[in-house]
């Protein structure tokens, strides 16, 4: 099994990068676009923990940063109906934290905005997952005391006038960690104005 893959970054494109080794041996690893951001550029050092994941079609190998990020990865294939591309797209669209911040609350407007799961589908993922991944929202930013309606109303009106879901999920989720927020409106102007 390969665990971790360092060396040069050879290329990147939006699901997956090359990485030579110092032994001239190179790898492809696909990457969630959580990942792919915070890579350097082609020719900088690269370092990512990575999975492999075996088919009777396929060798894969599924690159990290964090430990973390790995570990989640795993658990999210642990799930009937995940496998590695659906694992891949849920770390696509939110980071680690997030998502497993999401499965705890069993939080469906959120899984559901990821491309390939509806509401059904959310809700048997979020069941078998909610206490698996507990121990990964320790690094997440908040959680919510109030995920009433007014938060999904803020977030939708967000989305709206054209944030993507997890931008108006992080900017409203910030502006309730502050405090002292008492209405929709309100919340929705202070997320607009980034406090």
Do not use: C, N, W
Not at 87 to 115: C, H, N, P, Y
């Amino acid at each position: 099994m390969i665990a971790r893959v360092q060396g040069t970054l050879l290329s990147r494109e939006p699901d997956r990068v090359e990485v030579e080794t110092s032994g001239g041996v190179v790898y492809e690893v696909e990457v969630p676009a959580t990942v792919l951001t915070r890579l350097p550029a082609v020719g900088g050092f690269a370092e990512l923990r990575t999975v492999q994941v075996v088919t009777e079609s396929s060798v894969a190998l599924y690159g990290f940063i964090d430990g973390h990020e790995r570990t989640l990865f795993k658990r999210l294939l642990s799930a009937s109906g995940v496998g590695p591309k659906l694992a891949l797209q849920m770390m696509s669209t939110f980071r680690a934290e997030r998502l497993a911040l999401a499965l705890v609350e069993k939080d469906i407007a959120a899984l559901t905005q990821v491309s390939g799961i509806g509401k059904k589908k959310a809700e048997k993922i979020a069941l078998e997952l909610a206490d698996k991944v507990d121990d990964l929202t320790i690094a997440a930013p908040i959680r919510l005391v109030d995920s009433g309606p007014r938060v999904q109303e803020a977030v939708q009106a967000l989305i709206a006038l054209g944030y993507s879901y997890s931008a108006a999920d992080e900017a409203v989720r910030t502006v309730l960690q502050t405090g002292g927020v008492k209405t929709t409106e309100e919340l929705i102007r202070r997320a607009l104005a980034g406090e």
